[in-house]
C-alpha cells in the first residue's frame, strides 16, 4: 500500500489523516514528539525531527513514500518541500522558492530587490554583526527568529547593547 509521510502531529493534522485513508493510502506522522495526538491515528510513526532534512529524506526513501506534507507544521515546510525534490514528489514548490518564503530575512529581502515596500529589515548569522550596523536602524528595533512562528521569540529592542541577550532569546 502507498504512503503519505505528514510531518508533525498536532490535531490539526487528523483531517488529513482521514483524507490520506479516504484515498487508500497508509498515513505515516512523524517528528520528535512521540506523544503527539495524531500520533495514535497514524498507521505508523517515526521519531525523527521534521527539521532534519537528511534524517526525512532517509525516512522517506526507506519508506518508499508517495507523497510527503506538512499541514499545520510551519517547522516542516521547507523539507518537505526539500523531500520532495530529491525524490521527484508533487510539492508546493521548489526547495528554494519554499525557503524564501519561510525565511523572513530572505522573504523580505526578495520582496525588498523586487521593488516592493518592505520595512527595513536585515537578517544576521551572529548578534556582533548586527551590533555593528545598529546604526543604520530608526530604534526602538524588532528582533525576530528567521524561522519561527506565531511571534515566538520576538523582542523590542530599546537599544544597540540589548541586541545580544534579544538574538540569544
Known amino acids: 500500500m502507498k504512503k503519505v509521510l505528514l510531518l508533525g502531529g498536532s490535531l490539526f493534522l487528523l483531517p488529513v489523516i482521514e ?9 505515516v506522522t512523524c517528528d520528535y514528539l512521540p506523544d ?3 500520533h495514535k491515528f497514524a498507521d505508523e510513526y517515526h521519531n525523527v525531527s521534521t527539521t532534519d532534512r537528511a534524517a526525512v529524506l532517509a525516512l522517506a526513501k526507506e519508506l518508499q513514500v508517495a507523497g510527503i506534507m506538512s ?4 517547522s516542516g515546510v521547507d ?5 520532495a525534490e530529491q525524490l521527484g514528489l508533487p510539492s508546493v514548490g521548489s526547495s528554494e522558492a519554499v525557503d524564501i518564503l519561510q525565511n523572513k ?7 525588498a530587490d523586487n ?27 524588532i528582533i525576530k527568529p528567521t524561522d519561527s512562528a506565531g511571534s515566538k521569540g520576538v523582542t523590542k529592542v530599546t537599544k544597540p547593547e540589548d541586541i545580544p541577550a534579544a538574538a540569544e532569546y
Open 105 to 111: 530575512a530572505r522573504f523580505r529581502k526578495f520582496l
Open 71 to 74: 499541514f499545520a507544521c510551519d
Open 79 to 83: 523539507t518537505a518541500a526539500y523531500v
Open 115 to 141: 521593488g516592493f515596500n518592505v520595512p527595513t529589515a536585515r537578517g544576521y548569522a551572529c548578534a556582533e554583526d548586527a551590533v555593528r550596523e545598529a546604526g543604520d536602524f530608526r530604534w526602538p528595533v
Open 36 to 38: 503527539n495526538d495524531a
Open 19 to 27: 483524507a490520506v485513508h479516504k484515498l487508500g493510502y497508509q498515513a
